[in-house]
């Protein structure tokens, strides 16, 4: 079964108030197995909703429509199906009572206006609304199901579970979407498409799909089987060639971030946990920011500096004068220095460090905006104790986007680096 959402409401189409209804309504109609075509969002105009709805059903089995079924001028829904079903309005007596024994209830005399929250178009029916006085409406249209609920969250969710949910249910046959999330950092949207190849074909059951979110490309395996049992051992299979195709770019399911996955690095399966320095230039705490983000952080993260200056890499991590003239900031010598000194001042097993040109400006033709260079310092626990015994590295990427973004992709690319380390692997980029 295929059901489309149709959202109505000037404040939506304006972008003044965020379409949540439909969003909530595909993730109940995926649960118990029926595809969701699309959303559409219509302002507050007759025509333009009897149109929609009208092009609609040809795209549908069921259409869902929420909003404008209040008592003002402005809600033109029931009008608009009416027309659409070329049927005249009735006056649900049923309804309009339980409308005035509302307003008897709280005291007052129900305005006439609110009457018209008991019209229904002729053929349709009204459905109960548990906490308001718009009973939704339950038509045909062009043979398909329509079923009309209240804007207001609260009444369309009651609605929807209470009326549409076993009505959808029953035709959806018993099918289940499961549904699952795989998160990726380091490689462009294109080039992990090209790794999983075949597993993006659009006719595929599981179905694999990319989006983008601050630089972490997800995949999203949704699988449509007729039970769940079915449908989640066939989602574990796609997951499973995801990850043979991928393999360590992935870095976390679902709501995991790329601090927690560094986070159970440093932390599962040892007695102490790894420890972690920062030391930042561009990213200005941000590394920092995103370690400290997750609570019991203390255990590993140990603190960090933040030397945006030439003079403060000099007199906090002892950067030497000579190298930052010859070099530059954003150079990898000066990056592995901040790393050491960083780890040596902390005394932790790591010593991460980030200097670049975040922009706009402080670009140069050798250093361009986006130039960022990265360090890491590693000092094997229970082996030497000398600075000779420290293991360091530093990469340069030039990495895209605005002030903000180049900032934010430094520092998911030094967590990167630093969980490549921790997983004793090569990191499978530049
Ligand atoms: P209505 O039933 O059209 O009078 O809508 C009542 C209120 O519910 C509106 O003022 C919005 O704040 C809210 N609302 C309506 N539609 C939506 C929607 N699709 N998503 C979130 N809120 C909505
Ligand atoms: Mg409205």
Not at 132 to 147: E, H, P
Request: one cysteine or more.
């Amino acid at each position: 079964m295929k059901a489309f959402i149709l959202s109505i409401g000037d404040e939506l189409a304006l972008g003044q108030t965020i379409d949540t209804n439909s969003a909530w309504m595909s993730q109940q109609l995926a649960s118990i197995g029926c595809d969701v075509a699309g959303h559409m969002t219509v302002s507050d105009d007759k025509i333009a909703i009897r149109d929609a709805m009208t092009y609609l059903v040809g795209l549908c089995d069921v259409l869902i429509v929420s909003g404008g079924i209040g008592p003002t001028d402005d809600d033109l829904t029931r009008f608009a199906l009416a027309d659409a079903m070329g049927v005249e309005l009735y006056l649900d007596e049923g309804w309009a009572k339980e409308v005035e024994g509302f307003f008897t209830r709280i005291g007052r005399v129900m305005p006439k206006q609110n009457q018209v929250q008991a019209m229904m178009p002729v053929g349709a029916t009204s459905i109960f609304n548990t906490c308001g006085t718009a009973a939704g409406i339950r038509a045909k249209l062009k043979g398909k199901d329509v079923f009309v609920t209240p804007g207001v969250p609260k009444e369309m969710k009651a609605m929807f579970d209470r009326d549409i949910k076993p009505f959808v249910k029953t035709f959806a046959g018993g099918a289940a979407i499961v549904s699952s999330t795989l998160h990726t950092f380091g490689q462009g949207e294109s080039t992990i498409a090209e790794k999983l190849g075949d597993l993006m074909n659009r006719s595929r059951n599981p179905s694999v799909g990319t989006t983008v979110s601050g630089g972490i490309v997800s995949l999203r395996v949704n699988s449509r089987f007729e039970s769940v049992e079915r449908a989640t051992e066939e989602l574990r299979k796609t997951e499973q060639q995801c990850e043979a195709l991928l393999g360590d770019l992935i870095f976390g399911k679902e709501d995991q971030t790329l601090p927690m996955a560094i986070a159970s690095l440093l932390t599962q399966g040892r007695e102490k946990p790894l420890t972690v320095a920062t030391a930042e230039s561009c990213t200005g705490g941000l590394i920092a920011k995103m370690l400290t983000d997750l609570s019991g952080s203390s255990s590993y993260y140990m603190g960090g500096f933040v030397t945006y200056s030439n003079k403060s890499k000099y007199e906090r991590l002892g950067v030497n004068m000579e190298m930052l003239n010859v070099y530059g900031a954003v150079s990898e010598q000066v990056v592995l220095q901040m790393a050491r000194s960083a780890r040596r001042l902390m005394s932790t097993t790591y010593g991460i460090s980030v200097s670049g040109v975040a922009g706009p400006t402080g670009g140069s033709p050798t250093k361009p905006v986006g130039t960022v260079c990265i360090g890491l310092a590693y000092l094997e626990p229970g082996g030497g104790k000398t600075e000779d015994h420290v293991f360091s590295m530093a990469r340069t990427f030039q990495l895209p986007g605005d002030r903000d973004m180049i900032r934010d992709r430094s520092a998911k690319m030094a967590l990167t680096l630093l969980r490549f380390h921790l997983m004793q692997k090569p990191t499978p980029f530049q």
